[in-house]
């Protein structure tokens, strides 16, 4: 049975590439015309709203709807730095765009290179190249402008994909200290199943299966609160929902 399911992992992440950069080639056209022209943070915005039309159509052909919970969290005119779990290359595909508002996802700069989608991935991410300690400290900076102008910061505070066997590995302070020097509210968004659907430690792999984000209520910081109080009082609130289950 699992060699089975492997093999059909394996021609189904097929599917998935080429139901991918079909999709992609069609909506880089509107992309083109409309977010990129534009500039910040109306090009951010315009982007994510064809990107929602886009992943709409993209996780259903490739078996993977997806249910959005918790989007009454986020209170009108408030910015808010968002935290997701990250276990799948899956992730930023469904929590950027089921954020509401415009915002931008921490990248890695490897990808700009991909050639056509580097493109459209410049347009939603804030890049750091993590063995720059230039690109990190200058990375904070436009995370913090991306806030002041008017829209919210998603970060993955694992750093990189959870390989291990524990719900949720431990956090970077990034996201945190972000919170205390702008005093933005956090907002934990919480990615069920993406694991299941595309596991970090497999190659080349996908299988069909619902997904889900639920996003929690705002988590201020309290007066005094140091990097480290903030950061563990995010961690337990997600370790604790995501052993929950879904």
Sequence with gaps: MQVLKAVFARFWAVWAIIAFVVTMLIFLIPIILFALPAKEPVSTRRFLNIARVWMGIFLPLVGC?????GRENFAPGQQYIVICNHNSLMDIPISSPSIPGGNKTIAKVEFT???????IYKLGSVLVDRKSDKSRKESFAKMKKVLDDGMHMCIY???TRNKTSEPIKAFHDGAFRL???TQRAI????????RYVNPAEEKFYLLPHRLLIEFQA??????GETVEALKD?????MYNRIAAGA
């Design 65 to 69: 709807p997806l249910t959005v919970r």
């Design 113 to 119: 290179k991909v050639p056509l989608f580097g493109l």
């Design 157 to 159: 505070p694992e750093g």
């Design 179 to 181: 919170s205390i020097d």
């Design 187 to 194: 907002i934990p968004g919480i990615i069920f199943f993406t």
């Design 218 to 223: 705002p988590i201020a910081p309290l007066p």
């Design 233 to 237: 009082r995010c961690w337990q609130i």
